[in-house]
């Protein structure tokens, strides 16, 4: 099959990459137009294989498949398809970008109040270069969700870290470079780690093949070999998502990161692991899933709840919303190893959803920053007397991080809830806690930071701009519309999430009728 959309996909924001860093320094308002033309492309063609896809397609588990030898020697490809978790995933990434890139359009200018924190050295920034790096990680991010080469797939979970450091590294809070470091280092260990399992995955099965969909096709037998396999490309995605314990890293870069860039990690990056249990943990090694499910469910939980009380305790505004962030990757990581319809669709919505409602909470907090100069919530006060406007959308997406009814992540945490109380009551109950503790550490934030008298620091700030409402009002049309009517996504997820189900041997539990006709 030579389907070249899904690669003309990956090369737009390549070639608009390369286009963005060959300008000059000086042409940095050139940069941003590009870079945001591009990613409005992006958008525009997604949308278009959008609505190409079939849903009810039953001929092929991925679909606008292309396939072109690569390495030919070791039966390498160029391999890219979708299905409905990959599809969902890709909208969420292209969709964040041009917020992203409208919301960072003054973040690193020379003139006086652009930046978020003032840093020695930070006029020197090259503006153009952030933008290209943009683009550069969204060519990786598509990249990755789309590939259904393994080997394929772990050259760009690799790439990814190369981007996303020089943002961290290069335009971030003042211990960035620590922030950086710790970021590479962590994701480059679990990146071995999952090499080591590629090439053993490669050798063990005799079949001398990285397409996923022959894997899929030709299981492992249930051997202590799966289980050694598994665990390499398990703790790679637990410290990407990440779940607790390989959560360490996150906190650091989220808060040393650029608002932008940090959307872009917690929001897309950080899914990258949960995608991969989805995509390669279950269906290459089911019986070894099965196994250590049950390990995998306890960590899960003790995150929800481990990072909800950390949160409570952050002054730090980024730090804040990045542990919030651990303790939906718990929810999420419940929902995939319930093995469930209902928990598996629901985490898969949850990531989509997670990916809307922490960008834009991001996004919103750094536009926050970037008029008080400062990421401590007890330096603000009262801000919602002087710009209602941020004070308004800050509460939305402030809301939907709790997941209040009537926003798409109460959906897709309902979702994760109810699958799991099916196979996993204790544990189930136990998760919901973390609604409780998502609220205290929520309303918190906003209280601290909009509400009360109004501080002299804040007195002076200015409200949202017509480009910055831009930024984040289409994310929190999202999140509304899919609260309310989630269904179109769903129709998208839920064949997909069943046929991982049945590569894993699972099916969901059936209803016990009680003695009086009830459910039991």
């Not at 009810?56 to 299905?83: C, P």
């Not at 840093?119 to 969204?138: D, H, M």
């Not at 503790?437 to 601290?448: G, P």
Request: charge should be positive.
């Amino acid at each position: 099959m030579h389907n070249p959309a899904l690669v003309i996909l990956v090369l737009i924001p390549l070639v608009g990459a390369l286009a963005v860093f060959s300008l000059k320094q000086e042409q940095a308002k050139l940069a941003k137009l590009i870079s945001l033309a591009v990613s409005l492309i992006v958008v525009v063609y997604t949308g278009a294989l959008g609505i190409a896809y079939d849903v009810g397609s039953q001929a092929d588990r991925f679909q606008f498949r292309g396939e072109w030898t690569w390495i030919k020697v070791f039966n390498v490809q160029i391999a890219v398809g979708v299905d409905g978790i990959a599809l969902v995933l890709v909208a969420m990434s292209v969709v964040l970008v041009p917020a992203v890139i409208l919301a960072s359009w003054n973040a690193f200018d020379s003139r006086s109040g652009a930046e978020e924190v003032v840093l020695p050295g930070a006029k020197q920034r090259s503006v153009k270069n952030y933008f290209a790096l943009l683009l550069l990680l969204e060519f990786f991010m598509i990249g990755v969700f789309v590939a259904t080469d393994v080997f394929l797939f772990y050259v760009f979970f690799e790439a990814m870290l190369v981007p996303m450091y020089f943002i961290i590294g290069s335009f971030g809070g003042p211990r960035r470079q620590y922030a950086a470091m710790k970021f590479f280092l962590y994701s480059l260990v679990g990146g071995l780690l999952m090499l080591a399992s590629v090439i053993g995955l490669y050798v063990t099965t005799g079949s001398h093949s990285f397409s996923i969909t022959y894997l899929i096709a030709h299981p492992m037998p249930d051997n202590a070999t799966q289980k050694w396999l598994f665990l390499g490309f398990f703790i790679a995605f637990a410290i990407k998502a990440p779940l607790v314990p390989f959560h360490t890293w996150l906190p650091d870069a989220g808060a040393e990161a650029p608002a932008g860039g940090a959307a872009l990690l917690v929001g897309v990056l950080d899914k990258v692991g949960t995608f991969g249990f989805l995509r390669y943990c279950l269906p290459l090694f089911p019986a070894a899933s099965r196994y250590f499910a049950p390990t995998i469910l306890i960590l899960a939980v003790i995150g929800i709840l481990y990072a909800a009380f950390l949160a409570i305790g952050q002054r730090d505004m980024k730090r804040l919303v990045a542990y919030t962030s651990v303790a939906h990757f718990g929810f999420i990581g419940l929902g995939i190893f319930a093995f469930t319809t209902q928990g598996g669709t629901g985490a898969v919505l949850y990531m989509v959803n997670h990916g809307l409602s922490t960008g834009a909470l991001f996004i919103v907090v750094g536009l926050l920053i970037a008029r008080g100069k400062s990421r401590n919530v007890d330096d603000y006060g009262g801000a919602a007397k002087v710009t209602p406007i941020l004070a308004g959308l800050f509460l939305l997406t402030g809301l939907s991080a709790l997941a209040l009814p009537g926003m798409s992540t109460f959906v897709s945490e309902f979702l994760v809830l109810v699958g799991t109380f099916t196979r996993h009551k204790g544990l189930a109950v136990l998760a919901t806690t973390g609604i409780v503790l998502a609220a205290i550490y929520v309303l918190y934030l906003y209280q601290r930071t909009f509400q009360g008298p109004v501080r002299e620091s804040v007195a002076k700030f200015r409200d949202l701009n017509a480009r910055e409402v831009f930024a984040v009002a289409p994310l929190i049309a999202l999140i509304i519309f899919l609260g309310v009517y989630p269904k179109p996504v769903l129709d998208v997820i839920n064949p997909a999430v069943k046929a991982t189900l049945h590569d894993v041997h699972q099916t969901d539990p059936v209803p016990q009728l009680g003695t009086a006709g009830g459910v039991k």
